[in-house]
């Protein structure tokens, strides 16, 4: 049973660019968690979708920023125009309920 | 809010020392309690868990006992291993609504042979 995948596991991207950071979930969990880690800190939740919801976006930042869960096919975290404070690395985890499985991350930087 | 406060690091030990890591909380009611291990470059593991007061979890000779009256949930291990060196997160997972989350900031432990 693979575990939460997460693609890609480095991204490099210029000021102004788009990032898309993906994320399948473990066989059968339809609940899907996006958390940022930045340098030296602790991971902070950002958002917390279901299969085509979003049920929870407290964390995220108003703008830029954007998540989504289809029906079929990964969940996505999408910046737009990123800036150099959005580097960090992201983690995706998911849960059929309870305890989260997480991935290995995707380290994105930004030049 | 939820809150997670845990011992600032790094902590550097020699291997068969002694390991506590201080972890405290602030929360509504009684939130399930989770320590999770960071190897370099690698994502979570979840280290061990306990869901309500007294319960002890335990997994690869670390334990932490969920403590309702000082609100704590401290790590510790009798005798550490060079492999055990890792950043270690103290979380609660939050109540009523979406169950998510919150992170102390991290401690990194490095054990030398």
């Known amino acids: 049973n693979a575990g939460v995948m997460q693609n890609p596991r480095h991204l490099v991207r210029r000021r102004g660019q788009e990032a898309r950071l993906r994320c399948s979930p473990m066989?059968?969990?339809?609940?899907v968690y996006w958390y940022r880690q930045l340098p030296e800190e602790g991971l902070k939740f950002m958002v917390y979708?279901?299969?085509?919801?979003?049920?929870?976006e407290s964390g995220m930042p108003k703008e830029r920023f954007s998540a989504e869960f289809p029906k079929e096919g990964p969940s996505i975290l999408r910046i737009q125009q990123v800036v150099r404070g959005d580097s960090a690395a992201y983690f995706c985890?998911?849960?059929?309920?309870?305890?989260?499985?997480f991935g290995p991350g995707t380290r994105l930087t930004v030049l | 809010g939820d809150s997670v406060t845990q011992m600032e690091g790094p902590v550097t030990l020699s291997e068969e020392a002694f390991l506590t890591i201080n972890c405290t909380y602030t929360?509504?009611?009684?939130?399930?309690l989770f320590w999770y291990v960071q190897y370099p470059g690698e994502g979570l593991q979840l280290l061990l868990k306990?869901?309500?007061?007294?319960d002890k979890g335990s997994n690869k000779g670390f334990e932490a006992t969920y403590r309702k009256e000082t609100t704590s949930f401290h790590l510790e291990k009798g005798s550490v291993q060079v492999s055990d060196s890792a950043v270690y997160f103290c979380?609660?997972?939050?109540?009523?609504?979406?169950?998510?989350?919150?992170f102390g900031k991290g401690t990194k432990l490095t054990v030398n042979p």
């Open positions: 929360a509504t009611g009684y939130p399930s």
């Open positions: 979380a609660l997972l939050t109540q009523g609504g979406s169950e998510k989350l919150v």
């Open positions: 979708l279901q299969k085509e919801n979003i049920i929870d």
């Open positions: 985890a998911s849960s059929k309920k309870g305890e989260q499985f």
């Open positions: 066989k059968g969990h339809s609940h």
């Open positions: 306990a869901t309500k007061a007294d």
